[in-house]
């Protein structure tokens, strides 16, 4: 019988009851083997008598005699019972309607009966639990019940609004209204009165546990109101809230003032709520609490709330008074609360000390404020508050003040644009490397480190670099082994920016150093050493050449010593790692005897049974592989059959499904975090997926190294086309994480590549078919509603790779065509969901807060606009003819001044795809767009005048230009002269990057229409090379210094001067982009032979007039150029 009777009274039911917390009790107890007896008994009878066995459940649960584990154990299980309801087979749905009925009222009478707090809260958990799931209200219906559950809120209401009542009964009805407010909010609204008669009692009744949850409901009620009205009907309760608060806080329990913290943290409801009481009610409070001698957890938890507001609302919080200024002070005092025993810290070291976690807390929150008010164009605002803190604390004896001086300086380097205070924080931490405080001298490095990374140019520039090094070079002699350990890492980063002619000096030096320690046979030490070796050969390429002969055996001794040792897995890999850049210093001939013993290595070390999940040598090894592959290029190829498969298994990593099995399977060990993801599946649930960090590492590794195996070899790979596609598609259902996707399109765009390069024509037709056939499709669901917009951004993108990589002749007319307009309708659906979006924020006067909606939107509208451009590369006689007339009329409405700058910018790039792809084919329709577009070259805003500029140079090539070429040129002129004049600042760099691509413009107008521009000629060579090199846009600068080496070579007076007078200047353009992300291999190999050309004696001349790094630079191309002759 399916039915259930949960009074139970018969005696057979009084048996069960005893007989199921007999099984309770086995369940709970210590042996092993009873216990899996007695879960499989419940199991069993859950499974086949669900009546009985609720019933039993519910008998023992209101026996009050039986054992308070027993019942609490009874009330987990009843839960269950009572969970996944819609899932077919569940054990309600065997229930039937009656026995529906019975449950819930016998779950409301427990609980109002139930004296024992802890089986109350669980009993209250299975109520909300079950209304979670059986209350399902339109978004804006107002019932002023539920009807599924009738009984349940006037229940609930009258045990809260009954003093009589246990405390804490009336704060468990609070509790579980709050729980199940998200699915029945409406009601609350409905009963609108009575709902703020309830809140404002009970946040000031007398008991504090009956506030703490009024508190928590508040919060959540606020949260869930997204209409504004809706809210605004309760702000006559916000001093209430804050007086409760207080209360919480002084004479509540952790738990509760905790409790209620968490609900407060900010989002955009609740700031937009509390925004005009911030400062008067929640600030003073949050302050106490957070400075005060409460635990550290609460204190945590109240900074917490107070950095949750900027980042749901930066521009807001902005406004307040006093705010920033209150965080920070928070924070700074956070950033001294350090541990006083020096010789306890430094006994640890970094990666497995003990977490300060005040300091810790301090630190991050001072970075969180940071990026958000960054974002809302606010930063100055925080970093104007906090120079004075700095100025005190970096002239401070106190260590700590200190500590924390130099720890600001690495959390705010990321958003400092102003070079001063750029050059006063390096000088400053510079300082303190020096300090006579270890942790001084450690937070110095870890500052250094951060600079590194967000100010390389000035920090590695060649009047610092020579003041840094030697200090890094006593840095590996400091007698604390944290602070060199924070020194090594430091050079890490930093090594990997500075040029090779400035550390070349420091490379004997810091070798015997490093030499020293190798040999240390301690793990750690030569992890780090081996690290900071790695970063020197990779700076210093064939300069490191000279130490392979003695690293080499070393590095093959410890390989050959940790191979087996689960212990030493991270010092295996990054042995891995430094053989792969000894490899590169020395190149293909020099590493070719060494080579096959490595790669045995690698593949034995992979393949080494019961490792952990997040094994560091896979990681290792690919990266390895990878250099390794660049470097010998076809003479890796023997290689290839061996590690590829091992590789390729990695593709099979995918995200489970999190149910009880997976969470038994999914342990990942030790410090391996779990991501997780909610998708939508084809029956409409939602279904969490997981995936352990170390995984997506994996496969994301795998993927990156086949690339480069693909990349590297070219036709070479035909062979394993097939055998790499077959394994690759899998990925293109990755849901996890759309870098991941993309990166395995881009892959396959490269296997059309090999393909067709390797003339292998069915081949590649059977790739880019399967592709389309598999994400075409997608783009419809551009059209849907609850769409992925960064999962169809990703489809997009590999769409345009796929069909970039594979050439011409690949489409037919109709399948052109068919993409085409998916592309325009997914463009046109996503502007009408931005427009809905802005009507929302029509009344919100911080609605620019929420743009990252935003944002998203305009990123997939240029996908398929770039998806267009790659319809437009290979078929442009058939776009040209079937659907160049379904486009011209959008890029003739969208290029307007009068429509918004994101739709212009979409303008802008189909006309440069147009420009390039279908050249003179498009010179009748330039009328409609390109004096347009001529015009944004000087538009105030760079998004709109670097395009701009870009599309100007290619419709330069056009010999129809010449008429608009002597205007043109005198505007780009102003452009370049404008831009270049500015200061040196992160902020800039977007307009010279424009000026990059005006540069290019320029130089296309004099190669192709120099008769039109003679009169200007001279002036436009001019400002053309005083403003190179080129700063900021890489491709541009290939092209722009690839033209100023023909140039050279030429003799181009204009160029090179009278008697060769600008000779100095442009071999410093060319001496600074030599194999350079600025040059081509080409370009780079035509300097060296320039160089050759001039002669030692004019080189000498020409030297004198470069600086240091340059002529060091100079003699070393003069030295490859003789080699490679």
């Not at 459940?57 to 839960?79: I, K």
């Not at 400035?502 to 050493?529: D, I, N, R, Y």
């Not at 210093?585 to 290595?601: K, N, P, S």
């Not at 005048?945 to 100007?952: D, E, K, M, S, T």
């Amino acid at each position: 019988c399916c039915c259930c009777c949960c009074c139970c009274c018969c005696a057979s039911g009084a048996n069960m009851a005893d007989e199921l917390a007999q099984t309770l009790q086995q369940i709970l107890g210590t042996d092993n083997e009873v216990r899996k007896v007695a879960e499989k008994r419940y199991s069993d009878a859950r499974a086949q008598n669900p009546g009985p066995t609720v019933a039993a459940l519910f008998q023992v649960l209101s026996e009050p005699q039986r054992p308070d584990g027993v019942r609490e154990q009874a009330a987990v299980l009843l839960r269950q019972c009572m969970g996944k309801l819609r899932e077919e087979g569940s054990t309600w749905s065997k229930l039937g309607e009656q026995a529906h009925g019975e449950c819930k009222a016998k779950l409301l009478q427990l609980m109002e009966g139930e004296v024992v707090p802890k089986v109350r809260r669980l009993v209250a958990a299975v109520v909300q639990g079950l209304g979670n799931q059986l209350i399902d209200i339109e978004q804006n219906a107002r019932p002023t019940n539920i009807d599924i559950w009738p009984e349940m809120m006037p229940t609930l209401m009258r045990i809260i609004m009954d003093g009589s009542k246990d405390a804490g009964l009336r704060a468990d009805a609070l509790w579980t209204v709050k729980e199940m407010l998200t699915c029945m909010w409406q009601v609350m609204v409905a009963n609108g009165q009575q709902t703020l008669m309830v809140l404002k009692t009970c946040l000031g009744d007398v008991a504090v546990g009956v506030r703490c949850s009024a508190a928590g409901l508040f919060c959540e009620m606020i949260d869930n109101l997204e209409d504004k009205l809706e809210r605004d009907a309760f702000t006559g309760l916000i001093q209430d809230f804050c007086l409760a608060l207080e209360a919480i806080a002084s004479t509540g329990s952790q738990e509760q003032i905790n409790s209620v913290l968490q609900a407060m943290e900010g989002t955009n409801n609740s700031v937009e709520f509390f925004k005009d009481r911030v400062a008067s009610d929640l600030m003073p409070r949050l302050s106490t609490i957070a400075t005060s001698p409460a635990q550290s957890d609460t204190r945590r938890l109240a900074l917490e709330v107070l950095i949750s507001f900027a980042e749901a609302k930066p521009k807001t919080m902005a406004k307040v008074p006093g705010y920033v200024e209150l965080i920070l002070d928070v924070c700074v005092r956070f950033l001294m609360e350090l541990d006083d025993d020096l010789d306890n810290w430094g006994d640890q070291d970094d990666d497995e000390a003990e977490d300060e976690e005040q300091y810790t807390a301090g630190k991050e929150v001072v970075d969180r404020l940071c990026r958000c008010m960054n974002k809302a164009e606010q930063f100055p605002k925080v970093l104007e508050t906090l120079k004075p803190v700095l100025a005190n604390f970096l002239q401070s004896q106190d260590w700590k003040q200190a500590v924390a001086g130099i720890t600001i300086i690495s959390q705010i380097a990321e958003y400092v644009d102003e070079e001063v205070m750029v050059v006063q924080m390096v000088n400053g931490v510079q300082a303190f490397l020096k300090a006579a405080h270890p942790r001084i001298r450690h937070a110095a490095w870890m500052a250094l480190a951060q600079l590194s990374e967000d100010h390389d140019e000035y920090v590695t520039s060649e009047t610092v670099a020579p003041q840094l090094l030697p200090l890094f070079l006593a840095g590996l002699d400091d007698p604390h082994s944290r602070v060199v350990t924070r020194c090594m890492e430091a050079f890490q980063l930093y090594g990997q920016e500075v040029e090779r002619e400035l550390l070349e000096p420091f490379l004997q030096p810091m070798m015997e150093k490093l030499g020293v320690k190798l040999q240390s046979g301690k793990t750690a030490v030569q992890q780090q050493t081996i690290t900071y070796i790695a970063v020197l050969a990779g700076q210093v390429e064939d300069s490191f050449a000279v130490y392979y002969a003695p690293l080499m055996p070393v590095l093959k001794q410890i390989i050959q010593a940790v191979l087996q040792k689960p212990e030493e897995r991270t010092l295996l890999g990054k042995a891995f790692e430094c053989v792969s850049l000894l490899a590169k210093a020395i190149g293909t001939a020099g590493f070719r005897a060494d080579a096959e013993i490595i790669m045995q290595a690698m593949v034995q070390a992979v393949q080494t049974p019961n490792q952990a999940s997040n094994d560091p040598v896979k990681e290792y090894m690919m990266q390895a592989s990878s250099r390794i592959c660049w470097t010998m290029k076809a003479d890796f190829l023997p290689f290839v059959p061996h590690i590829l498969p091992g590789i390729l298994e990695k593709f099979q990593l995918a995200p489970k499904e999190l149910n009880d099995q997976t969470r038994k399977n999914l342990d990942g060990g030790e410090g391996d975090e779990l991501n997780m993801t909610l998708i939508q599946g084809t029956d409409g649930e939602v279904k969490v997926l997981v995936m352990s960090t170390s995984e997506m590492e994996d496969l994301q590794n795998a993927i990156e190294c086949v690339h480069t195996f693909v990349e590297e070899l070219g036709k070479l790979y035909v062979p394993f086309v097939a055998q790499t596609a077959q394994a690759l598609l899998p990925v293109f259902d990755f849901s996890m994480a759309e870098h991941i996707r993309d990166l395995a399109f881009e892959t396959w765009g490269e296997l059309c590549k090999v393909a067709r390069e390797g003339g292998q024509p069915d081949v590649l037709t059977q790739l880019v078919q399967e592709f389309l056939k598999r994400v075409v499709p997608k783009l419809e669901e551009a059209t849907g509603n609850g769409i992925d917009l960064e999962a169809l951004k990703t489809q997009a993108d590999g769409i345009s790779a796929c069909l970039k990589a594979a050439g011409p002749g690949i489409l037919t007319a109709q399948q052109l065509q068919h993409i085409g307009e998916l592309c325009l309708n997914a463009m046109d659906v996503s502007t009408k969901r931005e427009e809905v979006e802005a009507q929302k924020k029509k009344d919100d006067d911080e609605g620019a807060d929420d743009d990252d909606d935003e944002t998203d939107e305009a990123a997939f509208q240029i996908a398929c606009c770039e998806v267009i451009g790659a319809l437009m590369r290979h078929h442009q006689d058939i776009f040209v003819a079937t659907f160049l007339p379904r486009c011209m009329p959008i890029v003739q409405q969208l290029v307007q001044p009068s429509m918004p700058e994101s739709k212009r910018k979409i303008a802008i790039f189909f006309a440069c795809d147009m420009l390039q792809h279908l050249e003179t084919r498009i010179t009748a329709q330039w009328p409609q767009f390109l004096p347009q577009v001529i015009a944004d070259i000087v538009n105030p805003s760079t998004d709109i005048r670097q395009p701009a500029c870009y599309a100007v140079a290619l419709a330069a090539k056009n010999p129809a230009f010449a008429q608009f070429a002597m205007e043109t040129s005198q505007t780009l002129m102003k452009v370049v002269t404008d831009a270049r004049a500015r200061a040196k600042k992160k902020s800039e760099r977007p307009a010279q990057a424009a000026a990059d691509n005006a540069l290019s413009a320029i130089a296309e107008i004099l190669l192709h229409h120099q008769p039109t521009v003679a009169a200007l000629e001279a002036q436009l060579w001019s400002v053309w090379l005083q403003a190179l090199p080129c700063q900021e846009d890489e491709e541009e600068g290939k092209k722009n210094h690839g033209v100023l080496l023909q140039m050279v070579q030429a003799e181009k007076r204009e160029i090179v001067g009278e008697g060769g007078a600008n000779l100095p200047q442009v071999f410093s353009i060319l001496v600074d982009v030599y194999k350079s992300d600025m040059a081509t291999e080409e370009t780079s190999k035509g300097i060296g032979q320039l160089v050759l050309k001039v002669g030692e004696a004019r080189l000498e001349q020409l030297a004198q007039q470069l600086k240091e790094k340059q002529k060091k630079k100079l003699l070393r191309i003069h030295r490859e150029a003789q080699q490679a002759s």
